[in-house]
């Protein structure tokens, strides 16, 4: 995710008019004037702890990966295996420069055999759709332009197409303990899949069949909804693709059926303390250009195999055992300690610097993830928080803060 900031005009999104209704207040984030809150961030926050919240999320990008060879071609523009992925599973992975660093984190989807749809961040638009363009134009494909019968490759389906999906398609995340209840009860969704092939029967499904990060075709009055068992909250919960004109009749459903559950619309305050308590990175923060995957924890994702991706030779280069780690931090009282402010030892000395940090409304304490030193980054190590001049004792903890009970 990111909050990078952009200097074109800010952009809205569809449901810009229900947001006003509903007493938003906006902020320009990658772009886009988003609903920054409708009533109280810590309202929002514990409506999707304790019952659901629905986000508009609408200003990310997506990208539809289709053609014979998009998995082998994936394989090699993105850091992470995509040709593995099971059909209508979902996968988070990386977008990395030619030295290593990262572009944008992602989430990719495998919609068919040689059909793959990814969500990338809103202020990494531009970067995204670059990275991915450059990659096209220098893939090995597996199939030679020519095929052996003399058969032009684009035209037998082995080109690979990248199709910029980002205006036509709106995205809405409803999240929180009570999202799947809410889901099966609004009202004009159909949980049925259309036929993949001529000759095949539109297939009926139940919500309790969709997995984490796994994902469904279904359809809303008619139009077609992507269903996905994903979010950045911590919580379970679904993010629902459709086409930009059905939004706000969707949007509407999801209130309409929420209301007596406790669902409140909900803005990016809470999404950005939400995603904290969970863990999870935010681009601009916790991952940038100048930042490697393992630094942030994040080596995991990165292909173990031997195959070439954008960004390999890059990562090898990087390898530095002295890079800074990314690193949770919890403290006591109120004062939270925010982005760039220093991390010292005892005698002061300068250890790292905070990305991200809040009062952590779930857990009633200070919360913060930072880059230190290795030799600083164990949990259980004490170190201190410079909040404008005071030290703050805290002290280093895994990740993530706040875990959802199953």
């Known amino acids: 995710m990111t909050d990078a900031p952009s200097t074109a005009p800010p952009r809205y999104t569809v449901l810009r008019e229900r947001h006003a209704a509903l ?134 389906g082995t080109h690979v ?73 911590g919580e379970d919960g679904f993010e629902l693709l459709v086409p930009t004109d059905a939004a706000p009749a969707l949007w509407d459903a999801l209130l309409a059926a929420g209301a007596a559950q406790g669902l409140v619309p909900a803005g990016l305050a809470a999404r950005d303390t939400l995603r904290l308590e969970a863990g999870m990175p935010l681009y601009g923060h916790e991952l940038t250009r100048d930042i490697a995957p393992a630094q942030a924890g994040l080596a995991r994702v990165i292909s173990s195999g031997d195959e070439d991706f954008i960004g390999r030779a890059g990562l090898a ?9 990314l690193v949770g931090i919890v403290s006591a009282g109120k004062r939270a300690g925010r982005a760039g402010y220093a991390v010292v030892d005892a005698a002061g000395a300068h250890l790292g610097e905070i990305t991200s940090g809040a009062l952590s409304p779930t857990l009633g304490h200070p919360i913060a993830m930072a880059y230190v030193t290795p030799d600083a980054s164990a949990p259980g190590t004490e170190l201190f928080i410079d909040v404008r001049g005071t030290a703050i004792p805290a002290t280093v903890t895994a990740l993530p803060f706040y875990r959802r009970k199953k």
């Open 317 to 325: 280069a990087r390898a530095d055992a002295a890079s800074a780690v």
């Open 161 to 233: 197409r990248i199709e910029d999906a980002s205006e036509a398609s709106a995205l809405l995340a409803l999240q929180g303990p009570r999202a799947a209840a809410i889901l099966a009860d609004v009202a004009g969704l159909d949980f049925v899949a259309p036929a993949r092939r001529q000759g095949d029967e539109p297939q009926a499904w139940h919500l309790d069949e969709l997995g984490y990060y796994a994902v469904r075709a279904a359809a809303f009055e008619g139009q077609p909804v992507l269903v996905a068992r994903t979010g950045y909250t």
């Open 23 to 156: 007493g938003a207040s906006f902020t320009d984030f990658g772009g886009w004037m988003m609903p920054v809150r409708y009533s109280s961030d810590l309202a929002e926050h514990r409506a999707v702890r304790e019952a659901a919240g629905l986000f508009d999320v609408s200003h990310m990008a997506e990208f539809v990966i289709e053609g014979s060879h998009a998995a082998a071609f994936l394989d090699f523009a993105l850091a992470g295996r995509i040709s593995t992925m099971p059909l209508g599973k979902a996968k988070y992975s990386l977008l990395l420069a030619d030295d290593g660093g990262i572009v944008d984190d992602l989430i990719v989807y495998r919609l068919g055999d040689d059909h793959f749809l990814i969500i990338a961040n809103a202020g990494n638009y531009a970067e995204v759709a670059g990275a991915l363009a450059a990659a096209l134009d220098v893939f090995p494909s597996p199939a030679p332009a020519v095929t052996a019968d003399g058969a032009f490759g684009f035209v037998t």
